[in-house]
């Protein structure tokens, strides 16, 4: 997995993961795919329990191990090798992807470390956030704006193309890839730790739902956009 000719490459893209410490499983982290539900999925494979504070768990060092792609530290990254940890991660269609990320982290102001973005985006590059405002333009300014960014690697990865929160295309390999459409396929793969019956209960949990309905931010403009931007994604994920 990440070892190359028998030697670990230090300089070797890799994604974020998330796993515990017993269990030789490990999520690669694909943010609004079900991340959260993942997440919760590594703690409860691992301990046999739900996480007490389940929208927490992304931040509980103690919970699960994280290894960010940014930060590779020695001690996790070993547990993990000794682990020999076979690797799992979710991808979604990119336009449903793209509205739900909008929705949840720029729409609406629930989550704390958006301000400054939202901020940014209102005041220097002109969407229209506002109450008044029509949610199918401000979401395709997003999508033009998130577009006309040069450095993809640079983009919040709740937005970044899927396919490089994978590490797609590096030597890091990801041994299973499902799509959340594919809802039986998910269960199924889920069942293989934890048995059919927790597996169905476990997957309908629901975590981040919207009140919002979706189909108010789509426009043909917006689908245009995202078709193009995110292209690799449905080649890879989709075609």
């Known amino acids: 997995m990440l070892l190359i000719d028998g030697e670990l490459h230090k300089f070797q893209p890799l994604p974020s993961m998330f796993f ?3 269990k030789p499983l490990a999520y690669v982290f694909n943010p609004k795919v079900a991340s959260t539900l993942m997440v919760n999925f590594i703690f409860y494979v691992n301990h ?6 389940t929208d927490k ?8 191990r994280r290894l960010d792609h940014d930060d590779i530290n020695p001690q996790k990254l070993d547990l993990l090798l000794r682990l020999k940890a076979e690797t ?16 949840s982290k720029v729409y609406t102001d629930d989550d704390p ?27 395709l300014a997003l999508a033009r704006y998130v577009a006309a960014q040069e450095n993809l690697q640079e983009i919040n990865p709740h937005f970044r193309p899927q396919y490089l929160n994978l590490a797609i295309g590096s030597r890091f390999k990801i041994d299973t890839i499902l799509r959340i459409e594919e809802r039986d396929v998910i269960k199924a793969y889920c069942a293989k730790w934890v048995g059919q019956e927790k597996a169905e209960r476990f997957l309908n949990l629901r975590f981040n739902e919207s009140r919002f309905n979706t189909d108010d931010f789509v426009s ?8 193009q931007f995110y292209a690799r994604d449905y080649e890879l994920f989709y075609s």
């Open 88 to 103: 799992f991660t979710i991808v979604r269609d990119p336009l449903k992807r793209f509205v739900s990320a909008f929705i």
């Open 20 to 22: 515990g410490h017993q």
């Open 57 to 64: 768990v992304h931040l509980a060092p103690a919970a699960t």
């Open 113 to 139: 470390w958006t301000y400054a973005f939202r901020d940014q985006l209102t005041s220097l590059h002109g969407t229209d956030l506002s109450p008044e405002a029509n949610p199918a333009q401000s979401c």
């Open 48 to 53: 046999g329990y739900r996480y007490f504070a």
């Open 220 to 227: 043909d403009e917006l689908v245009d956009v995202v078709r």
